[in-house]
């Protein structure tokens, strides 16, 4: 009876893990970013062929904060650093920001969407 208890307790045990959809620890996400990403698996549930199905969201560490950038290769647009707290970082000529590209670094995989892995040279 002990071994059949044991055999049903481990299967349980590893179903009611929670599953974390990110490749960060959960509690690192931002809840906005959180949002962002459960509206984009909606859409990309809804409408495969979406181009948010090959997107990823990165994490960067810049002068000791983290900044997220959504990266998808079907865009012709350059990614936009936006902080944990959810504030687009802005560029203009002769401001120090503009080292950011310089000086990001720690690249992170915060999420995937399923097709990110499918394009060439990834």
Known sequence: MKKL???LLIPILLFSCEKDDYSIPNNEV???LK???SQDEKTIKDTPQS???YGAWIRYSWRNEYYFEYQNYLSSSL???I???GDTLHFYVFETN???YKEKCCKE???EAPGFKDLPGM
């Open 98 to 100: 503009t080292d950011y």
């Open 5 to 7: 208890s044991l055999t």
């Open 79 to 81: 990614p936009k650093p």
């Open 83 to 85: 902080s944990a707290n």
């Open 35 to 37: 949002t962002k990403i």
């Open 109 to 111: 995989f915060v999420w």
């Open 51 to 53: 181009y948010l199905n």
């Open 30 to 32: 931002p809840a906005w």
